[in-house]
C-alpha cells in the first residue's frame, strides 16, 4: 500500500503550474467592459433555429389545413373506381 502511494507522488514529480496564455487576462476584462462584443455569430444562429421552427410550423399548418379539407390529389379519381367497381355484379 505504501509503495503505491509513492508511485503516486513520484508520477508528479517535475510538473509545473499551468500558465495562461499571454494577454488572457486583458482579454477578460475587455468582454467585461464591452459586452457587447462577438455575440453576433450567435445572434445568427438562434434566427437560423426561429426561422426553422417558424418554416416547420408553417409547412405542418398548411399540410393539416389540406388534410383537414379532403383536398389531396386524385381523390375523386379513387371516388369514381370504387363506385364502378361492384364486387357482386356477374
Known amino acids: 500500500m505504501e509503495e503505491w502511494k509513492n ?13 495562461a496564455p499571454s ?3 486583458q482579454g477578460i476584462k475587455d468582454r467585461i467592459t464591452n459586452p457587447g462584443a462577438g455575440t453576433h455569430e450567435s445572434d445568427r444562429f438562434w434566427i437560423a ?3 426553422a421552427i417558424a418554416f416547420i410550423l408553417l409547412s405542418n399548418g398548411y ?3 389540406d388534410y383537414i379539407q379532403g383536398s389531396s390529389p386524385g381523390q375523386e379519381t379513387y371516388t369514381t373506381l370504387l363506385s364502378n367497381y361492384n364486387l357482386y355484379e356477374q
Open 7 to 19: 508511485q503516486i507522488l513520484k508520477s508528479i514529480e517535475g510538473i509545473e503550474r499551468a500558465q
Open 23 to 25: 494577454g488572457a487576462f
Open 49 to 51: 433555429v426561429a426561422a
Open 63 to 65: 399540410f393539416f389545413h
